[in-house]
């Protein structure tokens, strides 16, 4: 019996002294090394010193040409849903309503660009990769599209691969990934086909009682501007993009349905007098809807109804007739090496990052249109961050509409003083921090200065 535990004893001493060998080769320290002073920074501030030279701003000599479509995307099988972890991919049991993808096309002489979302909880990368391959064919080179999502949580997944892709998204299925891709550029190309002459308009209102911090409280810093781009097309119709910073999670983790969510349903009021609408999150971090006493599709409703109402009578902050300059840039967006956190100073190493979630490339996209300057970030972009970017472009006579999940996806960008602060947004998704805030914000600044 002794020598039977001398035998344990000494297998579990090998096995902590394997284990307390392998901790170097999983985990590492926090790297803190100001983002300013990073190579990674130098080189992202280099390209946009380049920028004119290497997107040169095109000649409006034309009138602005504008096209639309929409493509249903509402799959005919069973898939996982996707948007909340607690599901952990379980089906959809039905179809609440259908899903779209939808494009607005615009063409200035020889420049085109799109802007399109999807009714989807991101824009997966897997996804981004195959449009990236093929949107050619449409007439359109992904330097010119600027896209994004509506961010509704209770849309299809099975889009994600690797751990963490799936915790979110459900079984990864190559067919509905292919068939996403395939619909956002048929999208586009239909868009292309029926442009027609324009005047653009892009407009701001506010909506105070439709969006709170979510993370912070009722008191809190929110971001309340409600964006629009109006397009009165020659043959008297109107058509229009929105954009509002509150998430698209009126219904919770345990409504199984399809549904576009509180965006669908004011796209739908609003296509009962025009023909077409679309919707894109906006800088969502941080920002939770309204939801007062009542069920899931009563405080879906409150919303839609609400920002509805907003457009019909609410007084305007800003509406601006927009010339015809049409400027699309994309741009690879430098960052730290992902620091996946599981305690304040300590994440996982960059190799075991990839095989959790994969190593996928990172892009800023911007839109000039007049003095209009859309850019579309890779995240969860952080509504607090909003206010100064907005003042700072009104500084420069621009106007300023900033979308997320772009096609990339890094996580939530928030205010770096929270950066250490327990909580979903800033521990569990916030992946190449620290600093990051402010470095978003920078990025956005020059493309500010420079467009």
Same mark, same amino acid.
């Given at each position: 019996?002794?020598?039977?535990?001398?035998?344990?004893?000494?297998?579990?001493?090998?096995?902590?002294?394997?284990?307390?060998?392998?901790?170097?080769?999983?985990?590492?320290?926090?790297?803190?090394?100001?983002?300013?002073?990073?190579?990674?920074?130098?080189?992202?501030?280099?390209?946009?010193?380049?920028?004119?030279?290497?997107?040169?701003?095109?000649?409006?000599?034309?009138?602005?040409?504008?096209?639309?479509?929409?493509?249903?995307?509402?799959?005919?099988?069973?898939?996982?849903?996707?948007?909340?972890?607690?599901?952990?991919?379980?089906?959809?049991?039905?179809?609440?309503?259908?899903?779209?993808?939808?494009?607005?096309?615009?063409?200035?002489?020889?420049?085109?660009?799109?802007?399109?979302?999807?009714?989807?909880?991101?824009?997966?990368?897997?996804?981004?990769?195959?449009?990236?391959?093929?949107?050619?064919?449409?007439?359109?080179?992904?330097?010119?599209?600027?896209?994004?999502?509506?961010?509704?949580?209770?849309?299809?997944?099975?889009?994600?691969?690797?751990?963490?892709?799936?915790?979110?998204?459900?079984?990864?299925?190559?067919?509905?990934?292919?068939?996403?891709?395939?619909?956002?550029?048929?999208?586009?190309?239909?868009?292309?086909?029926?442009?027609?002459?324009?005047?653009?308009?892009?407009?701001?209102?506010?909506?105070?009682?439709?969006?709170?911090? @979510?993370?912070? !409280? &009722?008191?809190?810093? =929110?971001?309340?501007? /409600?964006?629009?781009?109006?397009? %009165? #097309?020659?043959?008297?119709?109107?058509?229009?993009?929105?954009?509002?910073?509150?998430?698209?999670?009126?219904?919770?983790?345990?409504?199984?349905?399809?549904?576009?969510?509180?965006?669908?349903?004011?796209?739908?009021?609003?296509?009962?007098?025009?023909?077409?609408?679309?919707?894109?999150?906006?800088?969502?971090?941080?920002?939770?809807?309204?939801?007062?006493?009542?069920?899931?599709?009563?405080?879906?409703?409150?919303?839609?109804?609400?920002?509805?109402?907003?457009?019909?009578?609410?007084?305007?902050?800003?509406?601006?007739?927009?010339?015809?300059?049409?400027?699309?840039?994309?741009?690879?967006?430098?960052?730290?090496?992902?620091?996946?956190?599981?305690?304040?100073?300590?994440?996982?190493?960059?190799?075991?990052?990839? @095989?959790?979630? !994969? &190593?996928?490339?990172? =892009?800023?996209?911007? /839109?000039?249109?007049?003095?209009? %300057? #859309?850019?579309?970030?890779?995240?969860?972009?952080?509504?607090?961050?909003?206010?100064?970017?907005?003042?700072?472009?009104?500084?420069?006579?621009?106007?300023?509409?900033?979308?997320?999940?772009?096609?990339?996806?890094?996580?939530?960008?928030?205010?770096?003083?929270?950066?250490?602060?327990?909580?979903?947004?800033?521990?569990?998704?916030?992946?190449?921090?620290?600093?990051?805030?402010?470095?978003?914000?920078?990025?956005?600044?020059?493309?500010?200065?420079?467009?």
């Amino acid at each position: 019996m002794p020598r039977f535990f001398k035998i344990c004893f000494r297998i579990i001493i090998t096995v902590l002294v394997l284990l307390l060998l392998a901790v170097p080769f999983v985990v590492r320290r926090v790297d803190r090394t100001p983002y300013t002073q990073t190579n990674w920074y130098r080189q992202m501030m280099q390209r946009l010193d380049s920028l004119s030279a290497t997107h040169p701003p095109p000649i409006a000599d034309t009138v602005m040409l504008v096209g639309y479509a929409k493509v249903n995307i509402t799959p005919n099988h069973a898939v996982p849903t996707a948007g909340y972890g607690k599901r952990e991919g379980r089906p959809v049991l039905q179809v609440h309503d259908s899903l779209y993808v939808r494009t607005l096309w615009l063409q200035q002489g020889n420049t085109k660009a799109a802007i399109v979302s999807a009714d989807l909880l991101i824009i997966p990368p897997e996804v981004t990769q195959l449009v990236k391959a093929g949107v050619a064919s449409a007439g359109i080179a992904w330097n010119n599209v600027l896209i994004g999502a509506t961010h509704t949580h209770n849309s299809m997944g099975g889009w994600g691969k690797r751990y963490i892709g799936e915790l979110f998204a459900g079984t990864y299925n190559q067919e509905l990934v292919n068939n996403l891709a395939a619909q956002i550029i048929q999208s586009i190309a239909l868009a292309a086909k029926h442009a027609t002459g324009a005047q653009l308009v892009y407009e701001e209102r506010q909506a105070p009682e439709l969006v709170r911090n @979510r993370v912070l !409280g &009722d008191s809190a810093q =929110e971001y309340d501007v /409600l964006h629009s781009l109006q397009a %009165l #097309l020659h043959s008297g119709e109107t058509v229009s993009l929105h954009s509002f910073a509150a998430h698209a999670t009126t219904l919770s983790d345990s409504v199984l349905q399809l549904s576009r969510d509180y965006p669908g349903a004011l796209l739908a009021q609003l296509e009962q007098q025009q023909p077409f609408a679309m919707y894109m999150a906006g800088a969502v971090g941080s920002m939770g809807p309204v939801e007062p006493a009542g069920s899931d599709w009563q405080q879906l409703s409150y919303m839609a109804n609400g920002l509805a109402d907003t457009l019909r009578r609410g007084a305007y902050k800003k509406s601006v007739p927009l010339g015809d300059v049409l400027w699309p840039v994309t741009l690879p967006l430098h960052l730290r090496e992902p620091q996946w956190r599981f305690t304040q100073n300590w994440c996982f190493r960059h190799w075991l990052w990839s @095989r959790l979630y !994969g &190593d996928y490339p990172a =892009e800023v996209k911007a /839109l000039k249109i007049g003095d209009l %300057l #859309l850019v579309g970030m890779p995240c969860d972009f952080g509504g607090e961050l909003m206010a100064p970017l907005q003042a700072y472009a009104q500084q420069k006579g621009k106007h300023l509409m900033v979308t997320s999940f772009n096609g990339g996806y890094c996580g939530y960008i928030t205010p770096d003083y929270r950066y250490d602060a327990e909580g979903y947004e800033t521990r569990v998704m916030n992946w190449f921090g620290p600093g990051n805030g402010a470095y978003f914000s920078e990025v956005i600044r020059r493309l500010i200065d420079i467009m």
